[in-house]
């Protein structure tokens, strides 16, 4: 039995695998690839990443503690906004943050600098250094003032507790 997988950015061709990386014969690579990108993770995080605008916003560059939670577990943590998306419910943020500002401040402030887009073209072809990338994040923004990251994790209870 073949699986059939229609491009998440055209909806109209299959997309292929050309022993390389996978394409779409409609489409231009990035763009395709962007859209490949949103179209897996948590289910829910997709649906909130699609709407317009966030429900809410948080200060980019400003430090905020918060509980994350996933699979009933609940931990304690940190994060900074870095960038929203213009057009979407979409953002980029670290956890860890408290810990990323002691120990790696010249990368967060370089990091800091990236539009949206630029993270986004960052994430999706693996330019991001090993040491901060895995805490660089995309997430949605829920209507209970909660942020769903790209893997389900749920971050909410928002305190903000200082400037960079």
Do not use: W
Request: proline residues 3%; aromatic residues 14%; hydrophobic residues 35%.
């Amino acid at each position: 039995m073949t699986n059939h997988y229609i491009c998440p950015n055209c909806e109209k061709e299959e997309y292929f695998f050309d022993g390389e990386k996978l394409k779409c014969p409609n489409c231009d690579q990035m763009a395709f690839e962007k859209a490949l990108y949103l179209s897996e993770g948590n289910y829910q995080f997709q649906s909130l990443a699609k709407l317009n605008v966030p429900f809410f916003r948080l200060d980019c560059g400003e430090i905020f503690t918060c509980i994350a939670e996933k699979d009933n577990r609940t931990e304690n943590t940190s994060i900074i906004p870095i960038a929203y998306a213009e057009d979407s419910n979409k953002l980029f943020f670290a956890f860890e943050a408290e810990k990323l500002t002691k120990e790696m401040p010249k990368m967060l402030n370089e990091i800091m600098t990236k539009t949206f887009s630029e993270l986004f073209t960052l994430k999706i072809n693996f330019d991001f250094h090993d040491d901060i990338g895995y805490m660089v994040v995309i997430g949605a923004s829920q209507e209970d003032n909660s942020i769903i990251e790209y893997n389900g994790y749920v971050f909410k209870n928002f305190s903000k507790i200082n400037s960079r």
